[in-house]
């Protein structure tokens, strides 16, 4: 049995699947991409040439039979990626929130990945990853009531002076413009606590709660007072 291929990633314990196929005589030969295998059928059956990476040179294999492995491609929807606030990597799967931290959850609250929407992966994995994102789920859907983050921006309607500047920065599209009462609100219940309606806005009219300036001065200064 041969298998050529490109690249071999062996983590977790799958070294042990490539030493005992070793054992049972596998030979595996990566071949460069600009030179691909050619299979073509001969009287002998079907022959395969490939040109080895380290021999660098054809090597000829006659094969009874000739089995396709096919890579797996992500189909992204734009129209999901931007309605739900999605992240995804540059391979274009999506991407978690934090690789240790927060493996199943996205960047958007209470949405949760698993399976080849993260990256290609064996079916026991899929299956591991999907539990934890169930799990994940019923933290949320097993309470009657889902206490917020303290943190929060506010906005002094006396500073704004309209500019939407916050309207148009925020990543959860949370300020909005308020006709009637001709002023920026935002809803505390959506607000994800970033921080970035606060830095762009040019009146300083938003205030992240816990984070405000005058409390981030303090905490400088008493850094600096005792020498850390
Ligand atoms: S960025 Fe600041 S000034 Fe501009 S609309 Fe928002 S709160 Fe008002
Ligand atoms: S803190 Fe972040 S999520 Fe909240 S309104 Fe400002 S930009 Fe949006």
Not at 100 to 110: F, I, N, S, Y
Not at 157 to 183: I, W
């Amino acid at each position: 049995m041969f298998i050529l291929y490109r690249d071999m990633r062996l983590y977790g314990q799958m070294e042990n699947y490539y030493t005992e196929a070793r054992k049972q005589g596998v030979f595996f030969v990566r071949f460069d991409k600009d030179h691909p295998p050619v299979a073509k059928a001969s009287d002998e059956g079907m022959l395969v040439t490939v040109k080895d990476h380290v021999l660098q040179r054809d090597i000829e294999i006659c094969a009874d039979i000739l089995t396709l492995s096919a890579g797996l491609m992500p189909n992204l929807s734009d129209e999901l990626t931007n309605k739900m606030k999605l992240n995804a990597n540059p391979e274009g799967y999506f991407l978690e929130a934090h690789v240790k931290l927060r493996p199943v959850d996205m960047g958007t609250e209470a949405v949760f990945l698993c399976g080849t929407a993260h990256s290609p992966q064996l079916v026991s994995e899929a299956i591991v990853q999907a539990s934890a994102a169930a799990s994940r789920a019923v933290t949320i859907l097993s309470k009657d009531e889902i206490k917020l983050s303290a943190i929060k921006a506010e906005v002094f309607p006396d500073h704004c002076v309209k500019c939407l500047t916050c309207v148009r920065s925020c990543p959860f599209e949370v300020p909005q413009f308020n006709v009637a009462k001709g002023e920026i609100e935002i809803d505390p219940a959506l607000c994800q606590g970033c921080g970035v309606c606060a830095c762009v806005c040019p009146r300083q009219a938003i205030k992240l709660n816990n984070y405000e300036d005058n409390q981030i001065t303090c905490e400088i200064e008493t850094l600096l007072a005792e020498g850390i």
